[in-house]
T-cell receptor, first 112, second 115 residues
Framework: SQQGEEDPQALSIQEGENATMNCSYKTSINNLQWYRQNSGRGLVHLILIRSNEREKHSGRLRVTLDTSKKSSSLLITASRAADTASYFCATLTQGGSEKLVFGKGTKLTVNP | SAVISQKPSRDICQRGTSLTIQCQVDSQVTMMFWYRQQPGQSLTLIATANQGSEATYESGFVIDKFPISRPNLTFSTLTVSNMSPEDSSIYLC????????????FGDGTRLSIL
C-alpha cells in the first residue's frame, strides 16, 4: 500500500500566490523526499528531509516534517506558471526492505 | 547530478510482443531502479537492478514478465514481456549515488502504449 498520501489531489492558484501541499504517512521513516514531475517528464528531486529534521528551505521551497503527526508539508512561495507540475512525496521507511514509497501526488496548476 | 538517458522515449506495441527499455547513466552509480507509473497514478517500484546478479523484485512483479539486466555500474535494461493493454504505462529508470538516504535521479521515462 502507498506509504505517503498527499492532499489536496489538485490545487489551482494564481501566479504570485503561495501553494501548500501536505503529505501523510503511516510508519516510521528515515527520510522524506519531495519530487516534481512536469508533464511527460521524469521526476526531479526537490528536497530531502531526514527524520531528525523539522524544517528545510531551498529557494522558494519550504518543507516541514512533523514525525509525531507523521506528516510533511511543501510550501512554494510566490508561485510562477513554471511551477505547474505534479508534486510527490516519497518516504524511506525504517527497517525492513529499503525502498522509496511514493504518494499519489498533488497536481498544481499556477495560472498566469 | 546524474544525466540519465532512457530509450525509447515512447513506443506503441502490439499485444503479445516484448519491448526492451534501456537506461544509460553518465557516471557510475550504486543503485538503479525501475518504476512503473500508470496513467494519472503515482510511481510503483518494479525492482532494484543489481549489478552482475538477478534483480530484486517487488511484490506483484516477476522476472518472467519484467526481466532486468544490469551488466555494469552505468547501464540497465528492463524488458516488458508478452505485453497486454494493462501494461500501458510510463516506465522510469532512477539511480542513486550513495544509497537510499540520498536523492534519486530519474530519466524522462518511456511512455508505452499497447494496442
Amino acid at each position: 500500500s502507498q506509504q505517503g498520501e498527499e492532499d489536496p489531489q489538485a490545487l489551482s492558484i494564481q501566479e504570485g500566490e503561495n501553494a501548500t501541499m501536505n503529505c501523510s504517512y503511516k510508519t516510521s521513516i528515515n527520510n522524506l523526499q519531495w519530487y516534481r514531475q512536469n508533464s511527460g517528464r521524469g521526476l526531479v528531486h526537490l528536497i530531502l528531509i531526514r527524520s531528525n529534521e523539522r524544517e528545510k528551505h531551498s529557494g522558494r521551497l519550504r518543507v516541514t516534517l512533523d514525525t509525531s503527526k507523521k506528516s510533511s508539508s511543501l510550501l512554494i512561495t510566490a508561485s510562477r506558471a513554471a511551477d505547474t507540475a505534479s508534486y510527490f512525496c516519497a518516504t524511506l521507511t525504517q527497517g525492513g526492505s529499503e525502498k522509496l514509497v511514493f504518494g499519489k501526488g498533488t497536481k498544481l496548476t499556477v495560472n498566469p | 547530478s546524474a544525466v540519465i538517458s532512457q530509450k525509447p522515449s515512447r513506443d506503441i506495441c502490439q499485444r503479445g510482443t516484448s519491448l526492451t527499455i534501456q537506461c544509460q547513466v553518465d557516471s557510475q552509480v550504486t543503485m538503479m531502479f525501475w518504476y512503473r507509473q500508470q496513467p494519472g497514478q503515482s510511481l510503483t517500484l518494479i525492482a532494484t537492478a543489481n549489478q552482475g546478479s538477478e534483480a530484486t523484485y517487488e511484490s506483484g512483479f516477476v522476472i518472467d514478465k519484467f526481466p532486468i539486466s544490469r551488466p555494469n555500474l552505468t547501464f540497465s535494461t528492463l524488458t516488458v514481456s508478452n505485453m497486454s493493454p494493462e501494461d500501458s504505462s510510463i516506465y522510469l529508470c532512477s539511480v542513486t549515488y550513495r544509497g537510499l538516504n540520498q536523492p534519486q535521479h530519474f530519466g524522462d521515462g518511456t511512455r508505452l502504449s499497447i494496442l
